[in-house]
């Protein structure tokens, strides 16, 4: 025989279609960085403490955001970076004339490319005659046309890829097949030279080389020219397209530049080659982040769930796919059914992945919605888009995903708030998603709000206050029509839950009054008698309206009175809460009045 552990356990129950402990200030902050310990719940409540620590990486500056502006505290988990391979979509052969030639894609994009290929003149694969030209952007350029000969692979220069195509096969004149790539984590995309002296170049070969350690928009610029091996030469870098820079720096008798974020090695290098470089030459070069797996943000979840932290929700930080963010909110969602009081009732913020740079904003929109179209999870919460904003660290003003503005928002507001309430304010004046010439440059819900209806947290204006920007709203990846629909709905049965447990777990190993044997009131023997039940519905109805009064609309406590206690040592009970509403929308008519029509009424 085994005994069970005393314990209190509470499972929610979904009430169909259509909150906060200590706690909720505190979170989890899990990803890649370039130093510390792995798998190690740290406390974290100092940006210095945070990068003494760990370093530098997505991790740490979307930690250090978090703190700039609420300055709460954080457990930080690292864990290992792990390679994300480099997507290529199937072919689509649809405009071409016989599909059985069958083009086959090989090789490891250098980017995100948009490729058609089109045939002006046709022939049949194998034989002289047949002419192509490559498109990388979706049709918006092309090469020249080329004689594809008596050869069979195409290689679009720079990319990376090799198309081959199979012998023998007809190509009739203006057909073509198009496919798109993304590129890997953690790599160096396309890289650009740029000349000052167009009539006579300066002659000395740049390359960016390294695995970087967080996404990056290096631009590496000559300040003062020279010949390489010689010193007199300086430079300067940006790693966020130019807006802030490091430098004038010597480059003496270098030829390596090691490029740093801050303090730390973001693990590029510039190289020059021997020969001569002119007053603003440079060489730019995009970079993708680190990714992760989500047997390793599993991992570090089972960590602090086995740890002494309290915390609110987690952070999962780093670009997910659908699948990805899938099994993490699974891991989530299975912490909330352990029993034996072991039950953790949180949540998970992530990402979905960047708008590839030759990808259409419906594109990107189109292929993200298919993406995370099966994933349901009334514990998840996944950001879609990005805003340039301002690392408390470095001063720089990187891209960064909706997820690092969305999390502090949800510590600074009540557990009850929603994150897209516009009374509360616009968001940081640093956010921005648009340019200094203020063209739209990322998504904003205003404009189209696919991403929004498709569950995804998204960033929005509103028409007469352009310039400001908002949350739209705290969208959980639930189903749709589900009461469990927004960020404020979870965090507050969280927290009841957490309440409604510890109330309970003080009546274990308590002794009650049960109803005697023959009693001639109709009540049940050996069920709690009726004082001792009352009083456990006043005790939980009580403590979860002081804690939740001003998150909840109404709460009712119901101890179950046929549980014979006497003999299973069980009391069942149930808490049903009335959430508060969320107004979604709002509808109003204007018109001029009538006179003549109000002379005849009256």
Not at 30 to 40: A, D, E, M, N, V
Request: one cysteine or more.
């Amino acid at each position: 025989m085994t005994l069970p552990l005393p314990s209190a356990d509470v499972t929610e129950v979904n009430s169909g279609p259509i909150v906060t402990g200590p706690a909720d200030k505190v979170y989890v902050a899990i990803g890649p960085c370039s130093k510390g310990p792995l798998f190690t719940p740290t406390p974290i409540s100092s940006q210095t403490t945070l990068t003494s620590t760990f370093g530098a990486g997505p991790t740490v500056k979307a930690t250090a955001y978090s703190l700039g502006k609420v300055g709460s505290s954080v457990v930080f988990i690292r864990i290992p970076a792990t390679t994300i391979a480099a997507t290529v979509s199937a072919v689509d052969e649809s405009g071409m004339t016989n599909q059985a030639v069958n083009p086959a894609v090989t090789g490891t994009p250098t980017d995100s490319y948009h490729v058609i290929v089109d045939f002006p003149t046709g022939g049949t694969t194998g034989i002289a005659g047949i002419m192509y030209r490559v498109s990388l952007d979706g049709g918006e350029t092309y090469t020249s046309a080329t004689a594809l000969g008596t050869g069979l692979t195409i290689a679009p220069s720079g990319t990376g890829l090799t198309i081959t195509l199979v012998t023998g096969q007809a190509i009739t004149s203006d057909d073509y097949f198009s496919f798109y790539t993304l590129p890997a984590s953690a790599s160096i995309l396309k890289q650009t030279t740029t000349r000052s002296n167009v009539s006579s170049p300066s002659t000395s070969v740049l390359a960016v080389t390294g695995t970087p350690i967080d996404a990056y928009e290096l631009i590496f610029e000559v300040v003062t020219g020279g010949t390489v091996g010689t010193a007199g030469i300086t430079y300067r870098y940006s790693l966020d397209n130019g807006n802030t820079w490091v430098g004038p720096l010597r480059l003496g008798t270098a030829n390596t530049v090691q490029i740093n974020d801050g303090d730390e090695d973001s693990g590029l290098d510039v190289t020059l080659a021997a020969g001569t470089l002119d007053a603003l030459d440079r060489i730019a070069a995009n970079t993708t982040a680190p990714g992760f797996q989500a047997s390793d943000v599993a991992t570090a979840i089972e960590a602090v769930d086995d740890s002494s932290h309290e915390f609110g929700f987690i952070h999962a930080v780093g670009s997910a796919s659908g699948s990805v963010a899938g099994s993490v909110g699974g891991t989530v969602q299975n912490l909330s059914t352990l029993d034996s009081g072991n039950a953790t009732y949180t949540m998970v913020v992530m990402s979905a992945r960047d708008r590839g740079a030759a990808e259409t904003p419906t594109e990107w929109a189109t292929r993200l919605i298919s993406d995370y179209e099966l994933v349901t999870n009334n514990r998840l919460s996944v950001g879609a888009g990005y805003a340039r904003i301002t690392c408390p660290v470095t001063g720089r003003r990187n891209r960064r995903p909706v997820a690092w503005v969305l999390v502090p928002e949800m510590v600074r507001r009540p557990v009850a708030e929603d994150p897209g309430r516009k009374a509360t304010g616009a968001l940081s004046s640093d956010i921005r998603i648009h340019d200094d010439d203020n063209n739209l440059v990322e998504h904003d819900a205003r404009v189209d709000s696919s991403l929004h209806g498709a569950r995804f947290v998204t960033l929005r204006t509103y028409k007469n206050n352009k310039g400001a920007i908002y949350v739209t709203r705290g969208n959980l990846m639930n189903a749709e029509g589900d009461r469990f629909d927004r960020i404020p709905k979870r965090r507050v049965m969280n927290g009841i839950d957490d309440i409604y447990r510890q109330v309970l777990e003080e009546q274990l190993e308590n002794d009650m009054f049960t109803n005697p044997v023959g009693a001639t009131d109709g009540s049940v023997p050996g069920a709690l008698r009726e004082e001792d039940a009352s009083r456990l519905e006043r005790e939980v109805e009580s403590e979860v309206r002081t804690r939740f009064g001003n998150s909840i609309s109404g709460v009712r406590v119901t101890v179950d009175r046929n549980e014979v206690t006497a003999t299973t040592g069980v009391i069942r009970s149930r808490v049903e809460v009335d959430a508060l509403a969320y107004v979604d929308k709002l509808v109003g008519t204007t018109t001029y009045s009538n006179p003549a029509l109000a002379a005849l009424r009256a």
